[in-house]
């Protein structure tokens, strides 16, 4: 006998949502002008701009989906249809509605749609309602619906009933995000991954901690290292995906999101024709994928103009959050992860819930049947032939039924031929037995009765199993969800953290400086004067008087910066490399002092003194040293002075590098009649420690990423890439490569030996070879593999001793091997294509080099193929 007392008799839960109470009432006319936009603001706030928390929607969302459930067949409905359907329960007009329908269905999660629904990613709308259909989504059916758990209310005209929030059992506020404005404040949340957020409720309810951050269908590049949790005041930026087709062509292939392509184009247009960004034109060839091709003018840097581009238009955008949702009626500002813990703990109640109600439906179909069970056995329907009237069959049957039952109220204990009921015999029950056909009783089958009663007997146990042990369950239940709909749901938006790109450095020449030096004058518009060089409209300018002063003034069409311009050149903040070498005269002591100094930061327009401050000081040599350099001069003393050497050489190297206000070492105290230069000088601050950053892309000198070694302008850098190509560039702190291509990187040694494995497309062997390069041509790629379409790199290294693990299958089982690459093979040209190792694909390479950290993969050590 199944045993009832362990049944549960669970209260209903609780669930976190809001509860909107509707009351009529009369206003008067002074009244609702005091009370106006307090009204006006809770109205927009609770019934238009902000979601539930409940469910995750706003009020139309929630109509738009009860209206599909409510009209749910399994077909398509015409989207008119479905607007004029919903109008009953919101009370604005269809145009919104329709709004709110189109941005449902291309979100691709809740409606499953049909017909011309128009493009996010281009910005087209959809076609006329009339012409386009939907349906619920079998993911929606699953997660959104149950009318036994859902609490109601009156629609705005009274004629009908609405949720007052859907049973959402997912949390769809995250999955779909929203923004909205309302009175006062407004609401974004961005996006995130489906997939991500059931993993992250499963690791809430086990216990454990998750991050959770924003995926956009879009794609893109997502820095999140501000995003604190979709806050208030968090926020994130998001990078387009260009890549470098080839010298002349850049191709654009995910789009930030809420940015269209055409969106796109008109900044990217309008940075060009600002002279912000050099290119020749902008082709939009998106179809089922997007792609932007844009042409750059002959000589530009591909480089530079990416970063241009995320400078200067929109393919790179920063995007507050804001987390406001409705909880209780009231607006409250959380995190992604309170909100993430509100929806799996409500998600658990109503499992908890819908268990329940199973619970009380099975013990309701056991009851009814053991009673049918006991009446047609026990033959108790004949021994209502003899009675006369309705009450007199009520009374029979209910003492027929005594003998044989005990039910809670009866204190005794059972005994053997009874049966146990959970609850009181009612009248209705004794009715429905009165109801039974002749038919069913003459065809009555004893076996399978009992039959049935052990089933339910034991889905009542499991049910109350699963009750019991709710938070399993509910885990359980988020993993069926992740089975069933998570394939296809993978992360889009590639998180990695994003560099400042400073506009100065990536904006492109769109002016020229010239200066007149006697008369003091700079700017764009002295195109009778001397030219001095390119620049953009947004540099600043430096400038050096004879007078021993400096300035930096912000490029203009003419500005006057004083007479006797002896240095004029665009100025770096920050430039640590830039030395000025200088000596002057102090115009106190007639003594020559020189001093070296940097100037990395300054207050524009304001003038430094780099002398003793005497109004007689004045410069008698002045040099600017991109990189630290150190030249020799020669100095000639006036000839009627005393000094014993009127000619010698004076070495800059030997003084130190200091800050501007230094007043610097005495040359002489002799009156110098001439200073030249006599030798020009090294670097004398060292090569930059440069790091390669493979997150994106680029070099840096704060040390993140792979340690390349000290480098300095000019110096030559080697980069080999997956399809089996390398090439040589000058270094340049700017210069940035395609993480995704790139595979090694290390600056350029004439005498290093390359070690490669490979596969060889047109023969299908596994080959090893190593070769010197012997190409000097720089910025140009060259294959060091055949370049057959199946032909694929495995491994490049320039270890001296080059060792790997490698497998493959033979006869369906995994084979491992340790080569050792200077062994196998001997060094032959770059063209070569080297030595077997096996007739057929890898699998698997694993460096296994003694001294790992002289190798200079970026790619990782293990490097695995498919079949």
Same mark, same amino acid.
């Given at each position: 006998?199944?045993?009832?007392?362990?049944?549960?008799?669970?209260?209903?839960?609780?669930?976190?949502?809001?509860?909107?109470?509707?009351?009529?009432?009369?206003?008067?006319?002074?009244?609702?002008?005091?009370?106006?936009?307090?009204?006006?603001?809770?109205?927009?706030?609770?019934?238009?701009?902000?979601?539930?928390?409940?469910?995750?929607?706003?009020?139309?969302?929630?109509?738009?989906?009860?209206?599909?459930?409510?009209?749910?067949?399994?077909?398509? /409905?015409?989207?008119?249809?479905?607007?004029?359907?919903?109008?009953?329960?919101?009370?604005?007009?269809?145009?919104?509605?329709?709004?709110?329908?189109?941005?449902?269905?291309?979100?691709?999660?809740?409606?499953?749609?049909?017909?011309?629904?128009?493009?996010?990613?281009?910005?087209?709308?959809?076609?006329?309602?009339?012409?386009?259909?939907?349906?619920?989504?079998?993911?929606?059916?699953?997660?959104?619906?149950?009318? !036994?758990?859902?609490?109601?209310?009156?629609?705005?005209?009274?004629?009908?009933?609405?949720?007052?929030?859907?049973?959402?059992?997912?949390?769809?506020?995250?999955?779909?995000?929203?923004?909205?404005?309302?009175?006062?404040?407004?609401?974004?949340?961005?996006? /995130?991954?489906?997939?991500?957020?059931?993993?992250?409720?499963?690791?809430?309810?086990?216990?454990?901690?998750?991050?959770?951050?924003?995926?956009?269908?879009?794609?893109?590049?997502?820095?999140?290292?501000?995003?604190?949790?979709?806050?208030?005041?968090?926020?994130?930026?998001?990078?387009?995906?260009?890549?470098?087709?080839?010298?002349?062509?850049?191709?654009?292939?995910?789009?930030?999101?809420?940015? @269209?392509?055409?969106?796109?184009?008109?900044?990217?247009?309008?940075?060009?024709?600002?002279?912000?960004?050099?290119?020749?034109?902008?082709?939009?060839?998106?179809?089922?994928?997007?792609?932007?091709?844009?042409?750059?003018?002959?000589?530009?840097?591909?480089?530079?103009?990416?970063?241009?581009?995320?400078?200067?238009?929109?393919?790179?955008?920063?995007?507050?959050?804001?987390?406001?949702?409705?909880?209780?009626?009231?607006?409250?500002?959380?995190?992604?992860?309170?909100?993430?813990? &509100?929806?799996?703990?409500?998600?658990?109640?109503?499992?908890?819930?819908?268990?329940?109600?199973?619970?009380?439906?099975?013990?309701?179909?056991?009851? &009814?049947?053991?009673?049918?069970?006991?009446?047609?056995?026990?033959?108790?329907?004949?021994?209502?032939?003899?009675?006369?009237?309705?009450? !007199?069959?009520?009374?029979?049957?209910?003492?027929?039924?005594?003998?044989?039952?005990?039910?809670?109220?009866?204190?005794?204990?059972?005994?053997?031929?009874?049966?146990?009921?959970?609850?009181?015999?009612?009248?209705?029950?004794?009715?429905?037995?009165?109801?039974?056909?002749?038919?069913?009783?003459?065809?009555?089958?004893?076996?399978?009765?009992?039959?049935?009663?052990?089933?339910?007997?034991?889905?009542?146990?499991?049910?109350?199993?699963?009750?019991? !042990?709710?938070?399993?369950?509910?885990?359980?239940?988020?993993?069926?969800?992740?089975?069933?709909?998570?394939?296809?749901?993978?992360?889009?938006?590639?998180?990695?953290?994003?560099?400042?790109?400073?506009?100065?450095?990536?904006?492109?020449?769109?002016?020229?400086?010239?200066?007149?030096?006697?008369?003091?004058?700079?700017?764009?518009?002295?195109?009778?004067?001397?030219?001095?060089?390119?620049?953009?409209?947004?540099?600043?300018?430096?400038?050096?008087?004879?007078?021993?002063?400096?300035?930096?003034?912000?490029?203009?069409?003419?500005?006057?910066?004083?007479?006797?311009?002896?240095?004029?050149?665009?100025?770096?903040?920050?430039?640590?490399?830039? %030395?000025?070498?200088? &000596?002057?005269?102090?115009?106190?002591?007639?003594?020559?002092?020189?001093?070296?100094?940097?100037?990395?930061? &300054? @207050?524009?327009?304001?003038?430094?003194?780099?002398?003793?401050?005497?109004?007689?000081?004045?410069?008698?040599?002045?040099?600017?040293?991109?990189?630290?350099?150190?030249?020799?001069?020669?100095?000639?003393?006036?000839?009627?002075? @005393?000094?014993?050497?009127?000619?010698?050489?004076?070495?800059?190297?030997?003084?130190?590098?200091?800050?501007?206000?230094?007043?610097?070492?005495?040359? %002489?105290?002799?009156?110098?009649?001439?200073?030249?230069?006599?030798?020009?000088?090294?670097?004398?601050?060292?090569?930059?420690?440069?790091?390669?950053?493979?997150?994106?892309?680029?070099?840096?000198?704060?040390?993140? =990423?792979?340690?390349?070694?000290?480098?300095?302008? =000019?110096?030559?850098?080697?980069?080999?890439?997956?399809?089996?190509?390398?090439?040589?560039?000058?270094?340049?702190?700017?210069?940035?490569?395609?993480?995704?291509?790139?595979?090694?990187?290390?600056?350029?040694?004439?005498?290093?030996?390359?070690?490669?494995?490979?596969?060889?497309?047109?023969?299908?062997?596994?080959?090893?070879?190593?070769?010197?390069?012997?190409?000097?041509?720089?910025?140009?790629?060259?294959?060091?593999?055949?370049?057959?379409?199946?032909?694929?790199?495995?491994?490049?290294?320039?270890?001296?001793?080059?060792?790997?693990?490698?497998?493959?299958?033979?006869?369906?089982?995994?084979?491992?091997?340790?080569?050792?690459?200077?062994?196998?093979?001997?060094?032959?040209?770059?063209?070569?294509?080297?030595?077997?190792?096996?007739?057929?694909?890898?699998?698997?390479?694993?460096?296994?080099?003694?001294?790992?950290?002289?190798?200079?993969? @970026?790619?990782?050590?293990?490097?695995?193929?498919?079949?």
């Amino acid at each position: 006998m199944f045993n009832f007392a362990a049944v549960s008799t669970m209260k209903k839960p609780k669930l976190i949502q809001q509860e909107i109470h509707v009351e009529d009432h009369i206003v008067t006319l002074d009244g609702m002008y005091q009370d106006y936009f307090l009204d006006y603001a809770s109205y927009v706030i609770l019934e238009r701009a902000v979601p539930a928390i409940a469910d995750g929607l706003k009020p139309v969302q929630r109509r738009i989906l009860h209206s599909m459930f409510e009209k749910e067949d399994g077909r398509y /409905h015409k989207v008119a249809n479905l607007i004029g359907h919903t109008m009953q329960y919101h009370p604005h007009g269809d145009a919104a509605i329709g709004d709110a329908l189109v941005n449902l269905g291309q979100k691709d999660l809740m409606i499953d749609t049909q017909g011309n629904w128009g493009d996010y990613r281009t910005g087209d709308s959809a076609a006329a309602p009339r012409y386009i259909e939907a349906r619920l989504t079998k993911f929606a059916l699953e997660v959104a619906f149950n009318k !036994q758990t859902t609490e109601w209310q009156m629609s705005y005209d009274g004629r009908n009933k609405e949720p007052i929030s859907l049973p959402m059992k997912f949390p769809l506020l995250l999955a779909q995000g929203v923004e909205g404005i309302a009175v006062g404040l407004a609401t974004r949340i961005l996006p /995130h991954n489906f997939n991500e957020l059931i993993k992250a409720s499963i690791n809430y309810l086990k216990g454990t901690k998750s991050k959770i951050y924003p995926d956009f269908e879009t794609g893109g590049i997502l820095d999140v290292s501000e995003y604190d949790q979709g806050r208030r005041g968090g926020k994130v930026k998001v990078r387009a995906l260009i890549e470098i087709e080839d010298k002349k062509t850049l191709v654009i292939k995910e789009l930030p999101y809420s940015i @269209t392509t055409s969106n796109l184009i008109d900044s990217i247009v309008k940075a060009s024709e600002k002279g912000k960004i050099k290119i020749k034109q902008v082709n939009d060839n998106t179809a089922k994928d997007v792609e932007i091709k844009v042409e750059l003018l002959p000589g530009v840097s591909p480089e530079v103009t990416i970063d241009a581009l995320y400078a200067f238009t929109n393919c790179e955008i920063s995007i507050s959050t804001n987390a406001c949702v409705i909880v209780d009626n009231k607006p409250l500002f959380l995190s992604v992860q309170d909100i993430l813990r &509100i929806s799996t703990e409500n998600t658990k109640a109503l499992l908890g819930l819908e268990l329940q109600i199973k619970i009380d439906e099975l013990l309701e179909k056991w009851h &009814i049947t053991s009673l049918e069970k006991i009446f047609i056995e026990k033959r108790i329907y004949r021994d209502i032939e003899e009675c006369i009237n309705w009450e !007199q069959v009520v009374e029979t049957i209910d003492q027929g039924l005594k003998k044989y039952i005990i039910t809670p109220s009866d204190k005794t204990k059972s005994r053997e031929g009874k049966v146990r009921l959970n609850r009181e015999i009612t009248h209705e029950d004794i009715t429905a037995l009165t109801e039974i056909k002749i038919k069913r009783i003459s065809k009555y089958n004893k076996f399978q009765t009992e039959e049935n009663l052990k089933k339910l007997e034991a889905e009542l146990k499991e049910t109350q199993k699963h009750l019991d !042990q709710l938070n399993d369950f509910t885990i359980q239940y988020y993993e069926n969800l992740y089975n069933k709909f998570g394939s296809g749901k993978e992360r889009k938006t590639r998180i990695s953290e994003i560099e400042v790109v400073q506009a100065v450095q990536v904006m492109a020449n769109n002016s020229k400086l010239y200066v007149n030096r006697e008369d003091g004058f700079i700017g764009y518009g002295l195109k009778k004067d001397e030219f001095v060089k390119d620049c953009s409209e947004i540099d600043d300018i430096i400038v050096f008087r004879a007078d021993a002063k400096m300035l930096v003034s912000r490029i203009a069409e003419k500005t006057f910066v004083g007479k006797d311009i002896v240095h004029v050149d665009v100025w770096r903040k920050a430039d640590e490399r830039t %030395t000025y070498n200088m &000596i002057y005269i102090d115009g106190s002591t007639g003594k020559a002092m020189a001093k070296r100094f940097n100037v990395t930061g &300054i @207050t524009r327009d304001k003038e430094y003194d780099l002398s003793k401050g005497h109004p007689k000081s004045k410069t008698v040599y002045f040099s600017a040293n991109p990189e630290g350099e150190a030249e020799i001069i020669n100095i000639q003393l006036s000839s009627g002075c @005393t000094a014993r050497i009127k000619n010698f050489d004076f070495d800059f190297s030997d003084l130190e590098v200091k800050g501007r206000s230094s007043l610097g070492n005495i040359v %002489t105290k002799y009156p110098i009649r001439k200073a030249i230069l006599k030798e020009k000088g090294k670097s004398t601050i060292g090569a930059q420690q440069v790091w390669y950053d493979s997150n994106t892309g680029r070099f840096n000198l704060e040390g993140r =990423g792979k340690f390349l070694g000290g480098l300095n302008r =000019g110096e030559k850098i080697i980069a080999g890439f997956k399809n089996g190509t390398y090439e040589i560039t000058e270094y340049d702190i700017n210069n940035r490569f395609s993480y995704d291509e790139l595979v090694f990187i290390d600056k350029f040694d004439e005498n290093d030996i390359f070690s490669v494995v490979y596969f060889e497309g047109e023969k299908k062997w596994s080959m090893a070879k190593r070769f010197k390069i012997e190409t000097s041509s720089l910025n140009q790629r060259f294959s060091f593999i055949s370049e057959h379409k199946d032909s694929k790199l495995y491994f490049i290294s320039n270890h001296k001793n080059p060792e790997v693990l490698f497998s493959y299958k033979q006869k369906k089982e995994k084979v491992e091997e340790i080569l050792t690459i200077n062994e196998f093979v001997d060094v032959k040209g770059w063209k070569a294509i080297g030595n077997k190792i096996e007739a057929l694909p890898l699998i698997q390479v694993i460096d296994q080099s003694i001294e790992p950290d002289k190798k200079k993969l @970026t790619i990782g050590d293990t490097i695995e193929f498919d079949d």
